[in-house]
């Protein structure tokens, strides 16, 4: 209706004068505990420069913004979106989406970033189509802020991409950023537009979580990952477990270990399971299939246990031990415990 009544070169000018700003989406856990993946999310969108909105919802999320505003170095971070409201609790996204898209409407943003989470992937496709923007998926490199790079064919090719809209929709895979950096900023706190309750007949049942003791697998440093080498659970469990502890590493696993029942598939990581990029990753008895380098091949350090000299888990190794992966690992185990 403005572009009807101003002459279209004043318009468009205008239209430059826009501020750029970034609408973060901050992910939390049920106690309002800031995931580190919303950190790595801050630190992507801390790279664009521009000036940083940071959006925390649900019942508990006060104590999520007193804890970005104390906890994160983050200069560019000046406004913290508050939206207490159990509605949002579990980020269903049909309760997230208008809240965002409502926020997205504003001129001022022009770049929003969440992280490549469940949440993330549900939420995105629904504030692209109804704002009609293409969202960009899965970046791990911001080259400038009209400029990234996101992996394509299960991590075989690299695309950069350049987006000519005026709003970028951005999920960031959290592996390929690291977390924000420890400190304090002066951002101001704000509450979010009260919206109307409406879940569009969508209703949160309970959650079925797995109780591990061990380091998140998405954010450890360390992981030991077995393959179907290990034969059957009780290996897995009796060779794995043990070189875990003794490295505070978190576990994993490839795609045919899960479905043979040597573990949760929780565990598993590749293209269909978890992305990682710890600084060690051990792999037992793992052949290497580009589905499961898909999950890991960023990792710092790879170290693969492997009988076949030819298997391509080689190829992406720092260090390969080849032999008996039921000698090697009791060994291994030992000497680091020692
Ligand atoms: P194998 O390929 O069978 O390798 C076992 C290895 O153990 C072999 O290299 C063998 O030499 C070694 N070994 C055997 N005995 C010993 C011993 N005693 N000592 C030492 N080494 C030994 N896979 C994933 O992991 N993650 C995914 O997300 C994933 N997504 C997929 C998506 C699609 C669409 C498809 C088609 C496949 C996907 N896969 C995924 C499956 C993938 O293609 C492979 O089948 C799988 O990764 C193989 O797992 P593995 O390495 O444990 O088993």
Redo the contacts with the bound molecule.
Sequence with gaps: SIASKVPSVLYKSASFLRLSSTLAFIETSPEGKVLQSSLSALNAANQLGNPISALVVGSNANAASEELRNKIKCGNLNKIIVAKNAAYDNFLPEMLTPLCTELLRSDQYSHFIVSSSSVGKNVLPRIGALLDYQPICDITKIVDANTFVRPIY?GNALATVKCPQDKKLISIRSSSFPSIEEGANEAEIVDAPLMESSSLGTQWEGASLVKNERPDLGSATRIVS??????NKETFERLVTPLADSLHAAIG??????DAGFCDNSL??????KVVAPDLYIA?????????L??MKDSKTIVA????PE?P?FQVADFGLV????E?VPELTQKITK
Excluded at 253 to 258: G, H, I, L, N, S
Excluded at 268 to 273: A, E, R
Excluded at 284 to 292: C, E, K
Aim: net charge positive; charged share 10%; hydrophobic share 40%.
């Design positions: 299960a077995g393959g179907r080498g290990l034969k696993a490839t795609r045919a270990a899960v598993q990581i590749g293209q269909t399971g037992i008895g793992i052949s290497g299939a580009i589905q499961h898909a999950g246990i492997n009988n076949d298997a888990i032999g008996d992966l039921n090697i």
